[in-house]
């Protein structure tokens, strides 16, 4: 690939994290049991930089056993919602002061852009600082009368009790941060389990809690491949479960947690789309393409990767979709300008080989790019647009997880509808059109969590969340925060 072939990548920044031994249990770093140890892997050039334990049985049970005392016998159960969002605050802005290191190691540990990891922490304040803003909602007393009766009933909401919160390697820092922060104020207690490739920029969120006052317990951290994480799942002390991840791996969790009837929220895959209505404003598409359909090399779960044009003006889309994609500029990370950096690892380089050797097989026709890079070690992907995609091929019905975008054309709208609806996913969406009140009717009849119209980001007042295939369950608002909470109907009776 050209625009890694032209410049031989930069000399590497240095985490102040690298080889760890210890983990994070009971408010310190403890040295880990750990017979093995996980490496961790610079995707641009293949090198190892670092490596963490992958803990042993006893370690997790350690930080398992430290997080429950920490719940039933420790201050934080019982202190007020607002005295938890305090902390909160104080949290967000021991996070923001360690936003450059947090940027750094990320991009070390999973490629993405230092223009993407640059914003982690800001992101991950500004959870923290959302969710400390529904503490009234926590607080607020929810009394409910009985019908016909001289009675009522006292809703309260409950911590649910120590949780495990499983993070991925594509945005390791905020999908935990957005499971951590309203897990804390709720009054629950936590152990964090980041995925094995992404394990130590976690730390300074870690490090964030304690510097800010969290009490020895509440937040605990063990680093560790699937076994690691299964043994957390069904550890007798957990009370629920929340992760973020793909749809295999969330469905052995929710098999586990129903075995054991303990609550789980999942956020599973996704294989959206985006609907380009023929009205729609090409040159406004292309001004949010990249981050709506192609975000973080493609390694993210909720953009729009399957593009759904209108015969009348199919040519058109893939034109500007192409040239979009090609002057995207694709190499080291670490460089402020680069858009598309490498896969996250071997596997996934791999992964994303074979679904473009199979489109090609089935006819696809790439537009630019199409296949793997020479780039002397790392594992990059050229940047891909695939036209004249029919729905039945593998990349259009499976989820690629690389800078792979394709074209589909559509004749009537309920065509496209149908479409867009045709996946065993259900987790994002997009719209494209001049006419808000179109958009709004075609979002409506799109079955997905989630739906941009023109544009696509998360909110963080509003639930984000997957039908059928991409999960249970919901993060973000109100609606997330309930996820944490157990409810108890006292029911009295009134004069």
């Known amino acids: 690939m050209s625009a890694v072939q032209a410049s031989a990548l930069g000399s590497r920044p240095r985490s102040r994290w690298t080889h760890t031994d210890d983990f994070f249990v009971d408010g310190e770093w403890r040295r880990s049991t750990a017979a093995q140890r996980l490496a961790q892997i610079?995707?641009?050039?293949?090198?190892?930089?670092?490596?963490?334990?992958?803990c042993s049985a006893a370690d997790v049970d350690a930080a398992m056993t430290a997080a429950d005392r920490a719940f039933r016998d420790g201050p934080w159960a019982r202190s007020t919602p607002s005295e938890r969002a305090a902390l909160l605050l104080r949290i967000a802005d021991e996070v923001e002061l360690r936003a450059a290191e947090m940027a750094v190691t990320n991009t070390l540990e999973n490629g993405s852009p230092i223009s993407e990891t640059r914003g982690a922490a800001a992101n991950a304040a500004g959870i923290l600082r959302h969710v400390a803003g529904l503490a009234p909602w926590l607080e607020q007393d929810d009394v409910r009368a009985f019908p016909a009766e001289h009675a009522e009933s006292v809703v309260r909401k409950d911590p649910v009790g120590p949780c495990v919160l499983i993070a991925p390697w594509n945005f390791p820092i905020n999908l935990m941060v957005v499971k951590l922060a309203p897990a804390l104020l709720a009054g629950c207690t936590v152990v964090l389990k980041p995925a094995p490739s992404t394990s130590l920029s976690i730390r300074f969120v870690v490090e964030a809690c304690a510097t800010a006052g969290v009490p020895a317990g509440v937040v605990n951290l063990v680093?560790?491949?699937g076994d690691v994480g299964d043994r957390l799942v069904r550890h007798p002390l957990t009370a629920k479960v929340a992760f973020t991840g793909s749809t295999p791996v969330g469905r052995r969790i929710a098999a586990a947690c129903g075995e054991l009837l303990r609550p789980v929220t999942l956020e599973l895959g996704g294989k959206s789309s985006a609907i380009v209505l023929p009205d729609a404003d090409l040159d406004q598409l292309s001004s949010v393409l990249i981050r709506s359909c192609m975000r973080n090399t493609g390694q993210t779960c909720y953009i729009s990767t399957r593009i759904l044009a209108p015969s009348s003006r199919y040519d058109e889309v893939v034109d500007m979709v192409t040239r979009t994609v090609a002057a995207a500029p694709q190499g080291d990370p670490f460089e402020d300008d680069t858009v598309f950096g490498p896969m996250a690892s071997r596997q996934?380089?791999?992964?994303?080989?074979?679904?473009?050797?199979?489109?090609?097989?089935?006819?696809?026709r790439a537009t630019t790019g199409g296949r793997a890079a020479d780039s002397s070690g790392g594992w990059f992907i050229e940047p891909t647009v695939f036209a004249d995609v029919t729905p039945d091929m593998r990349i259009s019905r499976e989820e690629i997880f690389g800078p792979?975008?394709?074209?589909?054309?559509?004749?009537?709208?309920?065509?496209?509808?149908?479409?867009?609806?045709?996946?065993?996913f259900g987790l994002g969406g997009l719209v494209f059109s001049t006419d808000p009140v179109a958009a709004q009717r075609v979002a409506e009849r799109m079955d997905t969590g989630?739906?941009?119209l023109n544009f696509f980001r998360s909110n963080h007042n509003a639930p984000f969340g997957g039908r059928h295939d991409s999960g249970l369950g919901v993060e973000y608002g109100i609606e997330g925060l309930s996820q944490y909470v157990t409810y108890k109907?006292?029911?009295?009776?009134?004069?």
Do not use: C, K, M
């Open 404 to 424: 792979v975008v394709s074209v589909l054309r559509y004749d009537e709208l309920d065509e496209a509808v149908a479409l867009a609806n045709d996946t065993s």
């Open 348 to 364: 996934q380089f791999d992964v994303v080989r074979g679904y473009l050797d199979s489109a090609h097989a089935e006819g696809a």
């Open 489 to 495: 109907s006292i029911h009295r009776r009134v004069a």
């Open 42 to 54: 610079d995707p641009a050039t293949g090198q190892e930089w670092g490596s963490v334990p992958d």
């Open 450 to 452: 989630s739906v941009g």
């Open 223 to 225: 680093t560790g491949g």
